[in-house]
Nanobody
Framework: QVQLVESGGGLVQPGGSLRLSCQAS??????????MAWYRQAPGKQRELVAV???????NYADSVKGRFTISRDNAKNTADLQMNSLKPEDTAVYYC????????WGQGTQVTVSS
């Protein structure tokens, strides 16, 4: 079993920055072998993949966030972070951390609101 807890959401003005953090717990071996990802879900829309980082460190991003968001992981601390810069109102959503491997484990989500 893997448990995920997100933190770092909040209200920010357009053009601002936020850093989301995901703390994983459970089987340390399995977490380090898993891909870690951030998804988001805006009201009335489907959940979408924002960014993913493999256990190797390779990353991939949604086109809408390329050049603005950066995903990283620290296997020693069992964390996966999402640095979000140049935020836009359309980035407003609940952001979910996910661990990928033999299934998908989800966090509870953290609200990000971009508004002036």
């Amino acid at each position: 079993q893997v448990q995920l807890v997100e933190s770092g959401g909040g209200l920010v003005q357009p053009g601002g920055s936020l850093r989301l953090s995901c703390q994983a717990s459970g089987s340390i071996f399995s977490i380090n072998a898993m891909g870690m990802a951030w998804y988001r879900q805006a009201p009335g829309k489907q959940r979408e993949l924002v960014a993913v980082i493999a256990s190797s460190g390779n990353t991939n991003y949604a086109d809408s966030v390329k050049g603005r968001f950066t995903i990283s992981r620290d296997n020693a601390k069992n964390t996966a972070d999402l640095q979000m810069n140049s935020l836009k109102p359309e980035d407003t959503a609940v952001y979910y951390c996910a661990a990928l491997g033999g299934g998908v484990y989800w966090g509870q989500g953290t609200q990000v609101t971009v508004s002036s």
